[in-house]
């Protein structure tokens, strides 16, 4: 499928709707419950408004930045979601790739489909995101495992102890594993291209596709009417289990689903390297406030943390506004997967590209020569006067 008609990140949606099935698409697409925390976190960023610099020669304006001692080539990156194989015929090899060509940074799955060793061999600077367990064992398993296959920044999900409320997800027929049903197989047979290019070339490529890197062993097949992902212990892992992590992993460590200051202070206690402010992009629990309007209290409170956030993110404008309240980098999914769904690594490298000339163009307009320049000086709260 063709992206050469999309001309912003929103535009992927449609295209990737088009070409999913609707439980594929509604996994990535859809928010939780009554998606409030869905819509809050593209509203965070309407509440702002710029406040132009002019006469500023920019002709030199860069947006290289550093992060753990990596160069990368813009401040933004693509955040981790879950079956990326589903969505294009290698997708997470496809979106590490596009990333690793197009200098951002990437971030694997824990819920992907493609072993985490073979998406560091087409991209060795990948991050990894993990579900770790609850069981001290079975997290040094996991870590090791990170490890051997030359993962160097390991983000730790902490925002997931039980499973999402599944009522949107099954109104379109997602379940995880996927369950064999007519209705299904009815969504197959109405997306051919996706039956034929995506999940059959799979089955024949590679077999039946399993979350390969959930635990240190393989976990369930994607599509199964009996096996069941396994979530025992995510509701007992604590403080303690990230200490054990920070104690046997000597790289950098990453919390993502950091929301409060009391949180993120008792992350620098441990001795994480960074956090990720962030609600899950709205999936998990609903009404949590939007990351884009906590991010500045948690950056005054731990400035010696490199503190990035993800949630919303769909314009050139939205990554300065994030970057203006003190974020080093920040993360976006759904666009990106959408683009992977759309066309493949030429759609997320095309989707890349997009962003990085927005936030070029936008850097220029507001006068900036780097998107550090951005602070709350530029960028102030919108008063809304009464009609």
């Not at 025992?232 to 054990?244: I, Q, S």
């Not at 050139?316 to 999914?333: E, P, T, Y």
């Amino acid at each position: 499928m063709s992206t050469r008609k999309s001309f912003n990140l929103n535009d992927f949606r449609g295209l990737a709707k088009k070409r999913l099935p609707a439980s594929i698409f509604a996994y990535i697409d859809n928010g939780a419950e009554d998606e409030v925390s869905l819509r809050w976190n593209r509203e965070a960023y309407e509440a702002y408004e710029f406040i132009p610099q002019v006469l500023v020669d920019v002709s030199s304006r860069s947006q290289n930045i550093e992060l753990f001692g990596k160069s990368y080539d813009s401040p933004f990156g693509i955040s981790p979601v879950g079956l990326g194989a589903l969505y294009n015929f290698n997708g997470d090899v496809a979106l590490a790739a596009a990333a690793h060509a197009r200098k951002v940074p990437y971030i694997l799955s824990g819920a992907s489909l493609t072993r985490m060793e073979e998406v560091t061999a087409s991209a060795p600077d990948a991050w990894f995101q993990a579900y770790l367990p609850g069981d001290p064992r079975e997290v040094e398993r996991l870590l090791q495992r990170a490890k051997s296959a030359g993962i160097k920044d390991l983000v730790i999900t902490v925002d997931v102890p039980v499973s999402v409320n599944p009522d949107r997800y099954a109104r379109f027929g997602f379940s995880s594993p996927l369950r064999p049903s007519w209705g299904l197989m009815w969504q197959g047979v109405t997306h051919p291209r996706w039956t034929i290019g995506t999940f059959l070339k799979t089955l024949a490529v590679h077999g039946m596709p399993h979350l390969e890197n959930w635990r240190a062993d393989r976990g369930s097949p994607i599509l199964s009417s009996s096996a069941q992902r396994d979530v025992k212990n995510r509701d007992r892992f604590t403080w303690d289990h990230v200490k054990l992590a920070r104690e046997k992993w000597q790289a950098n460590l990453i919390l993502k689903g950091i929301m409060s200051v009391s949180d993120a202070i008792n992350s620098r206690s441990i001795g994480v390297n960074g956090i990720i402010v962030s609600n899950h992009g709205g999936r998990q629990a609903d009404s949590v406030a939007a990351p884009l309007s906590v991010l500045g209290d948690i950056v005054k409170a731990v400035p010696e943390l490199v503190v990035m956030m993800d949630g919303g993110i769909r314009r050139g404008s939205d990554v300065l506004k994030a970057v203006a309240l003190g974020a080093r980098c920040v993360f976006a999914g759904r666009p990106f997967n959408f683009a992977l769904a759309a066309g493949g690594k030429a759609g997320v490298e095309s989707a890349i590209e997009l962003l990085q000339e927005e936030i070029h163009r936008n850097m220029a307009l507001l006068g900036l020569k780097h998107p550090y320049e951005m602070s709350e000086t530029q960028m102030r709260l919108r008063s809304v006067r009464a009609g």
